[in-house]
């Protein structure tokens, strides 16, 4: 038996404290009436009542969402048919190119494709707002999906669509009631990662939004830039739980998925 | 499958491909070469070569490399006592957990904590070193950068650990290897492919964040990103950004080459 030491513990403590020490700092602050992120003192919940309050970041709220949602939904399309044409390639060259070319936009820096897309959009002509938010984040949430869709696509057995075929379905019918049902947890999983990057993404949005439009992240740098506000700490502690909800639901789908195969760290 | 519906799978996620990946690189490219006046012109490049340019691209890889540093020396204990663990899988999460908290509140976090009379100038105070001025120094740049990658730095080293077989170092151990020894000859060795796509985790987001460096660091510090984003935006010389841009495309290739892994001794 080897001697347990103490200090393995103590040094995980110490990472875990650092970690979590901000946001709860940021949540503890939020019940602040005393306006400041320094002194508390004393209990009030007026910040998330201004929070509600508050008309035009409920419409940068549901803009957010509406994004998210919409982004989310087709580019899950779009990636779904994506990994379906990569994994029947019959030229293992074009295979291998399409794949770089699909990760291109995922070990991207977020500056570069916010700035590379500005160009674009400025171009093609297309107002800088809604649409040309939502086709970015269409844009870099694509590769998401396919790389969450593919494994499930490799791992599926080309026997049963052969089977299928020999039973008298139509093309039509084993994509939709063989294949797609099959990869079905894949198609969640990357469903729910397009939304919460699209949820989360501040960089690329800062460079193709325009004047009008703003998301919640573009906002929350904003309100930052100002200084403190502890509108900011009450919305944090209502994203926080919102996140949590999010991580839960994610890691549910993950484990009816059976093995985790890769555990999501966002970007 | 027949070619017809090979072809209308592959339609959609190619004009993907096009549109959204390899045309913005093209037009960044291209617009590199022309000057505020729509000129076709070298000044640029001529530019990124003169010394405040190579001035400001040597201290941003400079923190790049100080930040991917501080978060290996972090991150690979906290990883090799999380795997001892018997909770590796809940301490994992929990690691993750910070990571998918939006970057802005996190560093908005942090405008409270480091402020003239924040929690960390309280502490200082308590131990008798006095206030400092914290906020906007290079210093909290540095420690917000660290915190905000160490989930990306500690993940894949955790998998690398997690995947390594423990009868390897117990023969190392029984053939008379210290414990050091083990650690440089068997363990490291190991589980540098884990160490690799940490690094290429860290290193790239740390050149290219813009907005950690605007609220934390004021205008003390200047990235790559920053310079980016200061072009496009504020300045709306394109052509400078643009150069600045394919600048940091080519070091991300560099990078991604030379911390390319090729899983060796991993099963």
Partial sequence: MKKKSIWPKVYLAFIFIVLYAPIFYLMFYSFNSGGTMNNFEGFTLDWYKELFGDKRLLIIVLNTIIVALLSAAIATMIGVIGALSIVYMRKKTTKQALLSLNNVLIVSPDVIIGASFLILFTMAGIKLGFTSVLLSHIAFSIPIVVIMVLPKLEEMSMSLIDAARDLGASPWDVLSKVILPYISPGIFAGFFMALTYSLDDFAVTFFVTGNGFSTLSVEIYSLARRGISLNINALSTLLFLFTIILVAGYYFIMQRNSRAAEAGVRK | ??????????????????????????????????????????????????????????????????????????????????????????????????????????????????????????????????AQQILFTDFSFVFVSVYIFIPFMLLPIFNALDKLNPALIDASRDLGASAWTTFRKVVFPLTLSGVKSGVQAVFIPALSLFMITRLIAGNRVITLGTAIEQHFLVTQDWGMGSAIAVFLIITMFVIMIVTGTRKRGIQ
């Fill in chain 2, 1 to 130: 499958m027949n070619s017809k519906t090979r072809l209308f799978y592959l339609l959609p996620y190619v004009l993907w491909i096009g549109l959204f990946v390899v045309t913005p690189i093209l037009l960044v490219v291209y617009y590199s070469f022309f000057d505020l006046h729509g000129n076709f012109t070298f000044a640029n490049y001529e530019k990124l070569f003169t010394f405040v340019y190579m001035k400001m691209i040597a201290s941003s890889f400079w923190y790049a490399f100080l930040i991917t540093v501080f978060c290996l020396l972090i991150a690979y204990p906290a990883a090799y006592f999380i795997t001892k663990t018997k909770y590796k899988q809940l301490l994992l999460l929990l690691v993750i957990l910070p990571s998918w908290i939006n970057l802005l509140l996190k560093a908005y976090a942090f405008l409270g904590i480091f402020s003239t009379y924040g929690a960390a100038n309280n502490f200082l105070e308590v131990v008798g070193i006095g």
